[in-house]
């Protein structure tokens, strides 16, 4: 079995509400978590069933853990916690796949083992519980630690970082990613292609599947970023995917269209249009993150 290669597109979601900013908690966030992310989920929903595009939906597991035990997070319930979305993602007639990211939106860079195995237990037997299995897995924030742990545990792919410019400076100077990410965006720069990486560890083996770029929000000085040039970055990549034989993975979180929705459905509704379009003339793929995984192939 080898990995998948060829051209693709690829699709994966953060999945969070509240929990993506535990740690940074405001009213606003939350008026937002509780009113916009669901009307949003269901329209990228309504939306991946228009074209038929699989999407990997990496969801926090307190999103949809109804066990007791957890605190009582600030503000209305539905700011943090929506199993009905999960629900629909799996009642979907498009084949999406549910990874994980993470049980507790935990930082695994800064994780002891201990923290970082019971993480990973408590998402493995929620999942149980559900019928969904461990397969793909982002990582709170992109950032990746205990690797190893991830991978005994059965996820087969786990999504790194921004390939490109943007990827070097997020690892060599990380104080101008912030501007560096804003200027990528705003200029007519194709975001880079990738591809999967077979990596093991101690005998057992996983995909690395770098991604390509974010779906920048549209709030503050990001509304800068023309929408024409936003929607000719991700149709040169399509293109550039089909003839270069490469993936291009682009993500978000449905956070991400809180502001100015029609605009960011619209850049994502060409997108699709033109990948249907390719996949259905064969010349181009469309692959959740599960899909890469040696097994699938
Ligand atoms: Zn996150």
């Known amino acids: 079995m080898s990995i998948q290669s060829g051209a693709a597109l690829c699709i994966s979601i953060d999945l969070e509400l509240m929990w993506g900013r535990w740690d940074r908690i405001d009213a606003s966030s939350i008026r937002l978590a509780e009113q916009a992310e669901r009307p949003i989920v269901r329209r990228l929903l309504e939306l991946a069933e228009r074209y038929d595009i699989p999407m990997t939906w990496a969801v926090v597991g307190r999103v949809f853990d109804d ?29 999406h796949d549910i990874g994980s990211h993470s049980h507790g939106h935990v930082y695994f860079d800064e994780l002891g083992d201990a923290e970082a195995s019971l993480d990973l237990e408590r998402d493995l037997e929620l999942r149980k519980r559900w019928g969904i299995p461990m397969r793909s897995w ?20 786990y999504r790194t970082h921004d390939a490109g410019w943007l990827g070097w400076v997020r690892n060599h100077v990380p104080r101008l990613y912030p501007v560096g990410n804003l200027l990528d965006k705003m200029l007519p720069i194709t975001p880079s292609l990738v591809e999967a990486q077979a990596t093991s560890f101690d005998g057992y083996r996983a995909v690395a599947l770098p991604s390509s770029t974010l779906l920048l929000a549209r709030n503050g000085l990001r509304r800068l970023a023309l929408v024409s040039v936003s929607k000719r970055r991700w149709l040169h990549a399509l293109e550039d995917a089909a003839t270069q034989q490469k993936v291009f993975h682009a993500w978000f979180h449905p956070s991400n269209f809180y502001f100015d929705a029609d605009t960011q459905f619209s850049i994502l509704e060409d997108a699709f ?25």
């Open 138 to 157: 982002v990582f709170p924030c992109n950032k990746i630690g205990h690797l190893d742990k991830l991978v005994k545990a059965g996820v087969e792919v």
């Open 67 to 95: 066990a007791p035990g957890f605190e009582n997070p600030p503000g209305p319930r539905k700011a943090w916690f929506a199993p009905e979305l999960v629900e629909e993602i799996q009642n979907s007639p498009v084949a």
């Open 273 to 297: 249009r033109d990948a249907a379009q390719k996949r259905d003339s064969g010349v181009l793929r469309i692959s959740t993150m599960a899909d890469f995984a040696e097994s699938a192939s």
